[in-house]
């Protein structure tokens, strides 16, 4: 698997080449590709489906595991102009040795709720938590719930470069549960095409720093429809991923 990953991140210069003879419109703000949700919500009466493919695996070469999933969806339904309704899930497969494990994961309901936003600021926050509930398969689930949580702030410097970052709470019914973290840095190559690098990771149980990096880049194919590219590695622990992805923007025309 990380000769495929490899593979992948080979593409990426000629990926660049191709997206930067394009020109377009804007941006539809989504929480993926990269781990930092966005300080946005989706605008009242819109649905937003950020839907993706992603492979990887964690650890030694000898004991590996090795994750697929396909795909994970995440939808998105505005009720208001700062409050938004949120369904995680996802198809999973893992493989550990010659064990294949596969269905569907624990399914996530939560909300984001934007806390802060002005006209003449360019600074964005917002509150999101999620409430992860034991309805996978069997060998995807611990059968207990779960809870995720993120403060998310927004910076825009410019037209061309923002930065956004998370900091947060997760706890699954162990120990003390997990500090995480993240710092996203955006450009606008041109109107369709926007990259980010992104420092992520987490405090697990408060006492065990994990640290990863990744990458990738978003290409707006119409107003209501993108693509996304992105892959990872761990700076602490052996990681590698690349997924891909696309998001769709359906508007409710009432309430325009």
């Known amino acids: 698997m990380n000769q495929i990953i490899n593979r992948y991140i080979l593409w990426i210069p000629f990926c660049f080449a191709a997206l930067l003879n394009h020109e377009g419109s804007a941006q539809i703000i989504t929480d993926r590709p990269d781990q930092t949700e966005s300080s946005s919500t989706v605008e009242k009466g819109a649905l937003q489906i950020e839907a993706g493919f992603q492979i990887g695996f964690e650890g030694d070469h000898s004991n590996a595991i090795e994750q697929l999933l396909a795909p994970t969806t995440l939808f998105r339904q505005g009720i208001s102009e700062r409050f938004e309704l949120r369904i995680l899930s996802q198809i999973e497969q893992i493989r550990f040795q010659e064990k294949i494990t596969k269905g569907i994961s624990d399914l996530e309901i939560g909300t984001k709720i934007q806390l802060y936003r002005k006209a003449q600021s360019r600074t964005q926050i917002a509150w999101l938590s999620h409430l992860r509930l034991p309805t996978g398969s069997d060998g995807l689930t611990d059968r207990s719930f779960g809870t995720i949580n993120k403060l998310s702030i927004s910076h825009e410097v410019n037209e061309y470069m923002a930065i956004g970052y998370n900091i947060g709470y997760n706890y699954f019914g162990l120990d003390r549960g997990d500090l995480t973290y993240s710092a996203a840095l955006g450009f606008s190559l041109n109107s369709h095409v926007s990259i980010y690098v992104e420092p992520y990771g987490m405090l697990s149980n408060f006492k065990e720093p994990v ?10 194919v119409h107003d209501n429809l993108q693509f996304d590219f992105s892959f990872g ?18 508007i409710n025309d009432r309430n325009q």
């Open 211 to 220: 640290v990863n990096f990744d990458a990738g880049f978003t290409y707006l």
């Open 233 to 250: 590695t761990g700076i602490s622990d052996r990681m590698n991923y690349v997924s891909i992805g696309c998001s769709w923007k359906i």
